[in-house]
């Protein structure tokens, strides 16, 4: 079992930046890919940013160019870079892990896929 912790969510004024972290226990941290999704009242959980075992990244087009989502092994934990952020960027943000298979190299984009989920952390953008 991963359990996963976020941290780092708060109050930003609109162009402003925030970094959000995300501590993992267990031993199975380094085999996993890792996932951010957020998520607004009565919506489903929406893909932000993806980052494999071998620390390929996929992002959602709408934060593409203003978050960067890193990993670093040696500390169990996985960031997610916030710049520029909008109004529209307010959610609750969810970290995710899901444990490598075959040592795929492609971190799933879908909530379902992912088996570990943190309790979240919520990121407010004021205009």
């Known amino acids: 079992q991963v359990q996963l912790v976020e941290s780092g969510g708060g109050l930003v004024q609109a162009g402003g930046s925030l970094r959000l972290s995300c501590a993992a226990s267990?031993?199975?941290?380094?085999?996993?890919?890792m996932g951010w999704f957020r998520q607004t009242p009565g919506k489903d959980r929406e893909f932000v940013a993806a980052i494999s075992w071998s620390a390929n990244t996929y992002y959602a087009d709408s934060v593409k160019g203003r978050f960067t989502i890193s990993r670093d092994n040696t500390k169990n934990t996985v960031y997610l870079q916030m710049n520029s952020l909008k109004p529209e960027d307010t959610a609750v943000y969810y970290c995710?892990?899901?444990?490598?298979?075959?040592?795929?190299?492609?971190?799933?984009?879908?909530?379902?896929?992912?088996?570990?989920w943190g309790q979240g952390t919520q990121v407010t953008v004021s205009s």
């Open positions: 267990g031993r199975t941290f380094s085999s996993c890919h």
């Open positions: 995710a892990g899901d444990p490598v298979k075959d040592w795929g190299i492609s971190p799933p984009r879908l909530a379902d896929d992912y088996d570990y």
